[in-house]
């Protein structure tokens, strides 16, 4: 594993993706991880420590420039791919061990988010594990910008550096009624409420996520 000081972009895991990968106990049996928004591989540098072979796709080419960096120097097999999810999802062969999409799906439309679960569910082993993070209605960002779909806006402020982008925000139980009818109900399944308060752009945002993971 690199030292922390020659990675870069993000070079932590998502906290809720380490609680996951120990508690479902992936250290004991690796495996094949896809992730949807991978950025610069903070979570897939996890699982590659733990000797799986990682897949990750991500629309930034500077963000995947970052990952290949970061998860080089492995035996382990790497697999990077860019391309927009809101359009589309790479071709696969093969099916995966585990699924992940922290903190990406919110930033497509409702439509296309259904349908990469449906391929989710394809690409998923039985008794795979599958992870969501997403934002709920109860984020500070619900509301601040121009609506173009049922609770998803383009964001007008600045202070997220996040101005200009689409937002979509879900119940925790819509939520799971798409995931039941996409993929199937997840056995095993945990559902945690993540609240927390962030300096950002002079003020203090409160952000309010789902964590969602079972087993398919």
């Given at each position: 594993?690199?030292?922390?000081?020659?990675?870069?972009?993000?070079?932590?895991?998502?906290?809720?993706?380490?609680?996951?990968?120990?508690?479902?106990?992936?250290?004991?049996?690796?495996?094949?991880?896809?992730?949807?928004?991978?950025?610069?591989?903070?979570?897939?540098?996890?699982?590659?420590?733990?000797?799986?072979?990682?897949?990750?796709?991500?629309?930034?080419?500077?963000?995947?420039?970052?990952?290949?960096?970061?998860?080089?120097?492995?035996?382990?097999?790497?697999?990077?791919?860019?391309?927009?999810?809101?359009?589309?999802?790479?071709?696969?062969?093969?099916?995966?061990?585990?699924?992940?999409?922290?903190?990406?799906?919110?930033?497509?439309?409702?439509?296309?988010?259904?349908?990469?679960?449906?391929?989710?569910?394809?690409?998923?082993?039985?008794?795979?594990?599958?992870?969501?993070?997403?934002?709920?209605?109860?984020?500070?960002?619900?509301?601040?910008?121009?609506?173009?779909?049922?609770?998803?806006?383009?964001?007008?402020?600045?202070?997220?550096?996040?101005?200009?982008?689409?937002?979509?925000?879900?119940?925790?139980?819509?939520?799971?009624?798409?995931?039941?009818?996409?993929?199937?109900?997840?056995?095993?399944?945990?559902?945690?409420?993540?609240?927390?308060?962030?300096?950002?752009?002079?003020?203090?945002?409160?952000?309010?996520?789902?964590v969602i993971w079972g087993r398919r």
């Amino acid at each position: 594993m690199q030292p922390l000081s020659s990675l870069r972009g993000m070079r932590f895991p998502d906290e809720y993706i380490i609680r996951m990968f120990f508690k479902e106990e992936l250290h004991l049996s690796p495996g094949r991880v896809l992730e949807l928004g991978c950025g610069s591989g903070n979570n897939l540098l996890l699982f590659q420590e733990f000797g799986w072979q990682v897949f990750g796709i991500d629309i930034s080419s500077e963000s995947l420039a970052d990952a290949r960096h970061n998860l080089a120097g492995s035996s382990e097999t790497v697999n990077l791919y860019q391309a927009d999810l809101a359009q589309d999802m790479p071709e696969f062969s093969g099916e995966f061990d585990a699924i992940i999409l922290p903190s990406f799906n919110y930033y497509i439309p409702r439509s296309s988010f259904q349908n990469l679960l449906g391929d989710c569910g394809r690409l998923l082993k039985k008794d795979g594990v599958f992870f969501l993070r997403s934002r709920t209605l109860e984020d500070w960002r619900c509301g601040r910008g121009r609506e173009v779909e049922r609770n998803g806006f383009i964001l007008e402020r600045a202070e997220t550096g996040e101005k200009g982008l689409l937002n979509v925000f879900y119940r925790v139980d819509e939520l799971i009624d798409i995931i039941t009818v996409s993929m199937g109900e997840l056995h095993n399944r945990q559902i945690l409420k993540v609240r927390y308060e962030n300096p950002q752009g002079g003020g203090i945002i409160a952000n309010d996520d789902v964590v969602i993971w079972g087993r398919r």
